[in-house]
């Protein structure tokens, strides 16, 4: 009797069933409920662009790194670059003295300190990647609604959110996910991937505590 060959899931299913309950998890934090309610103050919003100006300088130097080594794997897309534009919703949001006005809290230095150790390695970068681009490609883009609509901000303020290069978002998504699954990685390295992810998101709920203590009492 024939035998059908087992089913091996692809790099990006095995990330998205591997992370489902921390990507829960940080859904209900504290702070993110907060923030899609409408009940955190502005100042809160501002400080999580601050955290995201930190994490997105290190996993995007790390990205540039990966480049400039010929070793990324074609994961990494100038159109999802987001530090520019985190910078300019500073700026609107506090003035153009903005470095001087914000800080960098311990989990998010946590955070940056990880991207820095382990952004070299393209499986572990990829981890990184997928949890914050494709969030913000998802999810993101239903946060951005709330924030507009419960602090009046469009456009400026809120451009982390836009991706003006990409038109369609969805065909998009699908082609990070094919060039994701297309990695040349052993079952361990696959492991690794989704393991690293699991790490990503602990890292970003830490960030989402921290913000909570502060703007949240």
Not at 14 to 32: I, K, N, P, W
Not at 108 to 130: I, Q, S, W
């Amino acid at each position: 009797m024939a035998t059908t060959p087992e089913t091996v899931d692809t790099l990006s299913t095995a990330l998205r069933t591997g992370t489902r309950q921390d990507h829960e998890d940080a859904e209900r934090s504290a702070f993110v409920e907060h923030l899609m309610g409408g009940t955190l103050p502005l100042a809160g919003y501002v400080d999580l662009a601050a955290q995201q100006h930190a994490v997105y300088r290190a996993l995007e130097a790390a990205g540039d790194r990966l480049v400039a080594a010929g070793t990324h794997g074609d994961l990494v897309f100038p159109e999802l670059v987001r530090v520019p534009a985190i910078e300019a919703d500073l700026a609107h949001l506090l003035g153009d003295g903005w470095r001087t006005q914000v800080r960098v809290l311990p989990a998010t230095a946590d955070y940056v300190a990880r991207l820095e150790a382990v952004g070299d390695d393209l499986p572990r970068y990829a981890a990184h990647a997928y949890t914050r681009y494709l969030g913000d490609l998802s999810g993101g883009q239903i946060l951005k609604r709330m924030i507009e609509r419960h602090h009046g901000l469009s456009g400026a303020g809120v451009s982390f959110y836009d991706f003006p290069q990409i038109h369609r978002l969805k065909p998009f998504k699908d082609v990070y996910r094919d060039r994701l699954d297309a990695l040349p990685l052993t079952p361990t390295q696959r492991e690794e991937v989704v393991a690293e992810a699991r790490i990503a998101f602990r890292l970003n709920r830490a960030v989402f505590a921290d913000l909570a203590a502060v703007h949240l009492g």
